[in-house]
């Protein structure tokens, strides 16, 4: 007769590992770039994230005028370059792709330490909030899609405000959240993205009708 087997000394059968990684901080990624050796433009950016760079760059690229300042559409080039690359996202495209000058473009320079840092402080307070909540959401065809479609429609909220009037703002920092809610797998703060976004389209709906009825009367 064959002896029984025995079951483990503990009396517990061995835990089953989750074979999905918890997705790794963004900010050390960014913090490891921004530290490390070569230029600090679009195109290193790029290279070096790779399938993450949609998201990470839709975060650099409205991160700018989502502050709450008055940008005179100086942005309107930063803007114009995530709906390109929403495009993309949509189209399903595998690698990024943006005219030399484009990649060219510097994203830490001198004048933009001031910008980094605040950026910086916004990624890990949402790391320390954030957790991953319906992982299987994210990543898939569709989904990406949808993310693209959201990023064009706040993207051009924000290009489409008057200059000088701040109005660019919360579509602009509803990009930011949503792509930052991508990158983090967190659906919440994606949801609470989309909703920062549809209230900067709705203020922006609401005064600018105001401000052109207040015009009409006027003429």
């Not at 061995?14 to 900010?27: E, G, R, V």
């Not at 479609?149 to 008057?162: M, R």
């Amino acid at each position: 007769m064959r002896p029984r087997s025995q079951p483990p000394a503990s009396g517990v059968a061995p835990a089953l590992h989750s074979s999905t990684p918890a997705p790794p901080q963004i900010s050390a990624q960014l913090e490891r770039w921004l530290g490390g050796a070569g230029e600090k433009t679009l195109g290193s950016l790029i290279e070096l994230f790779e399938e993450k760079s949609f998201a990470l760059l839709f975060v650099l690229l409205l991160g700018v005028p989502a502050l709450p300042l008055p940008t005179g559409g100086a942005t309107h080039v930063f803007e114009i370059i995530a709906m390109l690359l929403a495009v993309q996202l949509i189209a399903g495209g595998q690698r990024i792709w943006l005219p030399m000058r484009w990649r060219r473009l510097e994203l830490a320079g001198s004048k933009q330490q001031r910008f980094i840092s605040g950026l910086m402080k916004l990624i890990r307070r949402l790391e320390r909030l954030s957790r991953p909540r319906l992982r299987f959401l994210f990543n898939h065809r569709l989904s990406n899609v949808v993310f693209g479609l959201l990023v064009i429609c706040g993207s051009a909220a924000a290009f489409l405000a008057p200059p000088f009037t701040g109005l660019d703002t919360l579509p602009a920092l509803g990009v930011v959240l949503l792509s930052l809610g991508y990158l983090l797998e967190d659906v919440l703060v994606v949801i609470v993205g989309v909703l920062i976004g549809i209230g900067g389209v709705a203020l922006e709906i609401v005064l600018g009708s105001a401000a052109v009825n207040g015009v009409s009367k006027l003429l």
